[in-house]
């Protein structure tokens, strides 16, 4: 027998009071083995995409690639600074009140129509889930990892901003506190997010129980099936702090990229379900409180040598140099720039930085 269940609740969205869509005839809950994409990419050497722990992240080697971007002058980096820039609060840190406008805005953009350019998504809040799958193989293992998630990331907040009334900042995810106890932080609580340790099943509790997810899992799409997680602390225990200052002492882009791409999977695949799918992984909400936590830590290098706000180097996935004026798309969800727009987070164009 199959419940509905529907929703009754208020939500704010574009400014005005609107019914919550009705939540969907309960979706099944996909096998585990679904989600394990990994293997289905490959990088441009045939080699698996895999995640680094601490021993990879310290011995860490990339082909270089010369660097063929023009130094940039103070005068732009000084004409380049915003004068406000929005502040992103890690979440432990985050008012309760802001947490819940945040969850809000989310949920307003899982029930406004989708734009009808990113093939099965069912509402707004899915194309980005499709925009991201449609990209997995451009925007994974090269240098342009960390760019291009950094404008998809800020699309995400500029379109909760600019379509769901939300007024503050996306929250990040300290990872490092949580290394190895993932569920002990209050994200995965039934006032928030909902749990992370039920193997494998959907997730019913919190304020995405019950999400129906219409993309993925891999490079096309299934019947709807559940928000799923699979909570695995072997996994999350490799996001600590020392993995992450490997990382950071990689000197180079390509290198340091590579070691922060690889780091990063560790939050993907210790949660598990859904965010396991390289592809489709934002269809969990969670996606983005990890993002902006490593767009945090790519900040984090950055500032540790004012030359990185001004240059770049490394290749994209078939191999061209990425230069200042290398093109940054996002499939018509937000214009196409280039990534000396997305270099300085406190720009022009960005105009956001973190809280520590």
Same mark, same amino acid.
């Given at each position: 027998?199959?419940?509905?269940?529907?929703?009754?609740s208020?939500?704010?969205?574009?400014?005005?009071? @609107?019914?919550?869509?009705?939540?969907?005839?309960?979706?099944?809950?996909l096998p585990?083995?679904?989600?394990?994409?990994?293997?289905?990419?490959?990088?441009?050497?045939?080699?698996y995409?895999?995640?680094?722990?601490?021993?990879?992240?310290v011995?860490?080697?990339?082909d270089?690639?010369?660097?063929?971007?023009?130094?940039?002058?103070?005068?732009f980096?000084?004409?380049?600074?915003?004068?406000?820039?929005?502040?992103?609060?890690?979440?432990?840190?985050?008012?309760?009140?802001?947490?819940?406008? *945040?969850?809000?805005?989310?949920?307003?953009?899982?029930?406004l129509?989708?734009?009808g350019?990113?093939?099965g998504?069912?509402?707004?809040?899915?194309?980005?889930?499709?925009l991201?799958?449609?990209?997995t193989?451009?925007?994974?293992?090269?240098?342009?990892?960390?760019?291009?998630?950094?404008?998809?990331?800020?699309?995400f907040?500029?379109?909760l901003?600019?379509?769901?009334?939300?007024?503050?900042?996306?929250p990040?995810?300290?990872?490092?506190?949580?290394?190895?106890?993932?569920?002990?932080?209050?994200?995965?609580?039934?006032?928030?997010?909902?749990?992370?340790?039920?193997g494998?099943?959907?997730?019913?509790?919190?304020?995405?129980?019950?999400?129906v997810?219409?993309?993925?899992?891999?490079?096309?799409?299934?019947?709807?099936?559940?928000?799923?997680?699979?909570?695995d602390?072997?996994?999350?225990?490799?996001?600590?702090?020392?993995?992450?200052?490997?990382?950071?002492?990689?000197?180079?882009?390509?290198?340091?990229?590579?070691?922060l791409?690889?780091?990063?999977?560790?939050?993907?695949?210790?949660?598990?379900?859904i965010?396991?799918d390289?592809?489709?992984?934002?269809?969990?909400?969670?996606?983005?409180?990890?993002?902006?936590?490593?767009d945090?830590? *790519?900040?984090?290098?950055?500032?540790a040598?004012s030359?990185?706000?001004?240059?770049?180097?490394?290749?994209d996935?078939?191999?061209?140099?990425?230069?200042?004026?290398?093109? @940054?798309s996002?499939?018509?969800?937000?214009?196409?720039i280039?990534?000396?727009?997305?270099?300085?987070?406190?720009g022009?164009k960005?105009?956001?930085? *973190?809280?520590?």
């Open positions: 027998m199959r419940l509905s269940f529907i929703s009754t208020l939500a704010l969205c574009g400014g005005t009071l @609107v019914s919550a869509a009705a939540v969907p005839t309960l979706a099944p809950a585990i083995s679904a989600f394990n994409t990994t293997k289905i990419f490959v990088d441009t050497t045939g080699t995409i895999k995640p680094l722990n601490l021993t990879d992240a011995n860490l080697v990339v270089k690639v010369a660097d063929l971007t023009p130094k940039i002058n103070a005068a980096a000084a004409a380049a600074t915003c004068s406000t820039p929005r502040v992103r609060v890690e979440w432990e840190s985050y008012p309760v009140k802001d947490r819940l406008e *945040y969850i809000a805005a989310i949920k307003c953009l899982q029930g129509k989708s734009s350019g990113f093939p998504s069912k509402s707004r809040y899915e194309d980005f889930a499709s991201h799958q449609s990209l193989p451009n925007v994974h293992g090269n240098s342009k990892f960390l760019i291009w998630h950094r404008y998809y990331i800020w699309a907040e500029d379109v901003r600019t379509e769901c009334a939300f007024t503050g900042s996306i990040w995810f300290d990872e490092t506190k949580f290394a190895g106890k993932f569920q002990d932080s209050s994200i995965f609580s039934n006032d928030y997010y909902g749990s992370v340790n039920v494998g099943n959907c997730v019913t509790n919190g304020k995405f129980a019950n999400l997810v219409n993309i993925g899992p891999g490079p096309t799409n299934s019947p709807p099936h559940c928000l799923s997680r699979n909570l602390n072997t996994k999350t225990i490799n996001g600590d702090t020392a993995t992450f200052n490997a990382c950071y002492n990689h000197a180079d882009w390509p290198t340091f990229a590579s070691c791409e690889g780091v990063h999977a560790w939050g993907h695949n210790g949660i598990g379900g965010m396991y390289m592809y489709s992984s934002p269809g969990d909400p969670t996606f983005f409180l990890h993002h902006a936590f490593i945090r830590q *790519y900040r984090i290098w950055q500032n040598n030359n990185r706000i001004s240059t770049i180097s490394g290749t996935r078939v191999g061209n140099p990425l230069t200042l004026d290398t093109t @940054v996002l499939n018509g969800l937000r214009p196409t280039t990534i000396r727009d997305l270099l300085n987070t406190v022009d960005l105009c956001y930085k *973190y809280n520590v």
